[in-house]
C-alpha cells in the first residue's frame, strides 16, 4: 500500500458551472444568457433592464416582430416561460404549451392567469410597471 495522502493535499475543484439563463431586452429585442442572478442585468446594447426567463425559453429572430409582441404581451402578465401545468382528465397535472400566435397568447394570457402566481419569482428582475409595453388592443 501506498501513503495515505490527506484530502487537503489534493487541488480544490473549480466550483461547478452555474446553469445560464436567457436574460431578454425587450426594447432591442436580444436575447443574452448569463447565470442567474437577483440584480438587474442592463442590456448590453441599449442599456435597459432586461427580464429574466425560463431556460427552455428560445428566442425568435430580432426581425420576427409578430413573436416578439407575443413574447411582450406574456412577460407583460407575469409568465417568464416556466411550465404552466393544468389538471388532466386522469386526476393528475399536465405541460401546457405555450402559444405559437399572438392571438393565441391572448386567450392563454386569460386561461392561465391563475398560473402566473405559481410560476418561479424573478424577484428583482420583474419590469417596472410600464416597462413592457402591452400592444395596442389589449386591456
Not at 439563463?21 to 442567474?36: E, H
Not at 417568464?80 to 402559444?99: C, L, N, T
Request: net charge positive; hydrophobic share 40%; with cysteine.
Amino acid at each position: 500500500m501506498g501513503k495515505f495522502r490527506h484530502h487537503s493535499n489534493f487541488a480544490k475543484s473549480a466550483p461547478a458551472t452555474a446553469y445560464r439563463f436567457p436574460f431578454v431586452c425587450l426594447g432591442c429585442r436580444k436575447s443574452f444568457k448569463y447565470p442567474s442572478s437577483l440584480q438587474v442585468k442592463h442590456c448590453p446594447q441599449c442599456k435597459g433592464e432586461m427580464v429574466m426567463l425560463g431556460r427552455k425559453f428560445s428566442a425568435p429572430k430580432s426581425k420576427d416582430t409578430a413573436q416578439w409582441e407575443k413574447i411582450n404581451l406574456l412577460v407583460a402578465h407575469g409568465f417568464r416561460f416556466y411550465a404552466v401545468y393544468e389538471p388532466s382528465h386522469w386526476g393528475g397535472m399536465r405541460v401546457v404549451e405555450y402559444p405559437n400566435t399572438l392571438a393565441e397568447a391572448r386567450l392563454f394570457v386569460v386561461k392561465y392567469a391563475s398560473a402566473v402566481a405559481r410560476q418561479r419569482p424573478n424577484h428583482a428582475l420583474l419590469p417596472e410597471p410600464g416597462a413592457a409595453a402591452v400592444p395596442k388592443g389589449d386591456a
